[in-house]
């Protein structure tokens, strides 16, 4: 069972330190922290809602400030309870694959969470490659969305390759997604060119 309570048995329950968080010598930590945590949420709603074809005319999220805003009052909710903080991860893709599409499909999810948080223990019996073939056929969902890339514009095809590439050397999609901005940024600077 989870606890929320220190080593110590003291509770974690709103023992917040704003003010060291805002001491200059931790602030770069906590900037780095926040920065990690919106290209991840913004990466994970963006590749979801391609898959669930929750994408308008223009390429933008439908509703996506809601997913968004959501996202981040879960995180500081949990914070405020001493917990890991919320996020949304990539295995949804696997959810509006199998046509989740709806909050009652997160609605179900989470209460199936708490009921199986009672048998954690039997997870240890499951090997970690079991795991695998899931994470490979999430993986296959989430290649469906690079047929959507313009590859008419070098720049904007260089740049998700150059995401896609480095998200599987780094495995992490939010190095990937910061790698793909710098060099998407690098076309709002006037380099149409690769250097």
Do not use: W
Request: net charge negative; with cysteine; charged share 10%.
């Amino acid at each position: 069972m989870p606890s929320l309570s220190d080593e110590n048995g003291n509770s974690l329950i709103g023992s917040l330190d704003i003010m060291g968080a805002l001491n200059p010598v931790v602030l770069p930590s906590v900037l780095a922290l926040v920065m990690t945590a919106v290209f991840d949420a913004t990466g994970t709603i963006r590749a979801v809602a391609g898959q669930a074809n929750l994408l308008d005319k223009d390429g933008q999220i439908i509703d996506g400030g809601k997913a968004l805003t959501t996202d981040s009052l879960s995180s500081v909710f949990s914070g405020l309870v001493g917990a890991a903080p919320a996020a949304v991860y990539i295995e949804s893709a696997a959810g509006t694959a199998a046509g989740g599409k709806t909050g009652l499909t997160a609605i179900t999810v989470g209460v199936l969470f708490l009921l199986i948080l009672f048998l954690s223990p039997l997870s240890y019996l499951v090997p970690v490659y079991a795991t695998a073939p899931a994470l490979m056929y999430v993986g296959l969902l989430m290649l469906s969305n690079v047929a959507k890339i313009d590859f008419a514009d070098f720049v904007d095809a260089m740049a998700g390759l150059v995401t896609a590439v480095f998200i599987v050397l780094t495995c992490n999609i939010v190095t990937g997604i910061m790698i793909g901005f710098c060099h998407a940024g690098r076309r709002a600077c006037g380099f149409r060119r690769m250097a």
